[in-house]
T-cell receptor, first 112, second 117 residues
Framework: DQQVKQNSPSLSVQEGRISILNCDYT??????FLWYKKYPAEGPTFLIS?????DKNEDGRFTVFLNKSAKHLSLHIVPSQPGDSAVYFC???????????FGTGTSLTVIP | GAVVSQHPSRVICKSGTSVKIECRSL??????MFWYRQFPKKSLMLMAT?????????EQGVEKDKFLINHASLTLSTLTVTSAHPEDSSFYIC?????????????FGSGTRLTVV
């Protein structure tokens, strides 16, 4: 069964607005979460991470929020830019050196 | 939902030996599977695209004789690291696309941590 879920396969956002990508997980033992960005014909590139001791981590235009009680995390991109158009994956693990469980991805399109 | 099973999750082997990693799509058929290697800073490098019934397509710089890929059925692809060396120690992840899905979403295996001693 899928332990990490991204229920929105695609998302379209106007340039300059906020993009919110969501991710849900079922395993309460997960304590480390990552977001990856993937362009066509390339491997996923690490974007941002968060550990369970935090509920927010910010890096420039990218912010990840973690709601442990809801087993939910989200990635906010603001302002969105056309170059952000890609597939975004969330992933989770128990600890930083263990197996990763990936979501199936959300394809973001930022419209100029 | 689509599930990809990757086995083993961890393996330690001696330098010079070979290690086989399996990637199975459990509830869908995958004509194409992808093999990635994770490098520092966590990004995944695409090593090769595995195509059922034909030869894998390797990315530039990946030694095809060292990383043997076999995709003998619609649900199984294997990656064999031959004559492993300590520098091959890494995290290897497979991914498969369910071609029957209208979304063509990617499903990832949970990865294999290879340590060569």
């Amino acid at each position: 069964d899928q332990q990490v879920k991204q229920n929105s396969p695609s998302l379209s956002v106007q340039e300059g607005r906020i993009s919110i990508l969501n991710c849900d997980y079922t395993n309460s033992m997960f304590d480390y979460f990552l977001w990856y960005k993937k362009y066509p014909a390339e491997g996923p590139t690490f974007l941002i991470s968060i550990s369970s001791i935090k509920d927010k981590n910010e890096d420039g235009r990218f912010t990840v929020f973690l709601n442990k009680s809801a087993k939910h995390l989200s990635l906010h991109i603001v302002p969105s830019q056309p170059g952000d158009s890609a597939v975004y994956f969330c992933a989770a693990s128990e600890g930083t050196g263990n197996q990763f469980y990936f979501g199936t991805g959300t394809s973001l399109t930022v419209i100029p | 939902g689509a599930v990809v099973s990757q086995h083993p999750s961890r393996v330690i082997c001696k330098s010079g030996t070979s290690v086989k990693i399996e990637c199975r799509s459990l509830d869908f058929q995958a004509t194409t599977m992808f093999w990635y290697r994770q490098f520092p800073k966590k990004s995944l490098m695409l090593m090769a695209t595995s195509n059922e019934g034909s030869k894998a397509t390797y990315e530039q710089g990946v030694e095809k004789d060292k990383f043997l890929i076999n995709h003998a059925s619609l649900t199984l692809s294997t990656l064999t690291v031959t004559s492993a060396h300590p520098e091959d120690s890494s995290f290897y992840i497979c991914s498969a696309r369910d071609s029957a899905s209208p979304y063509y979403g990617y499903t990832f295996g949970s990865g294999t941590r290879l340590t060569v001693v």
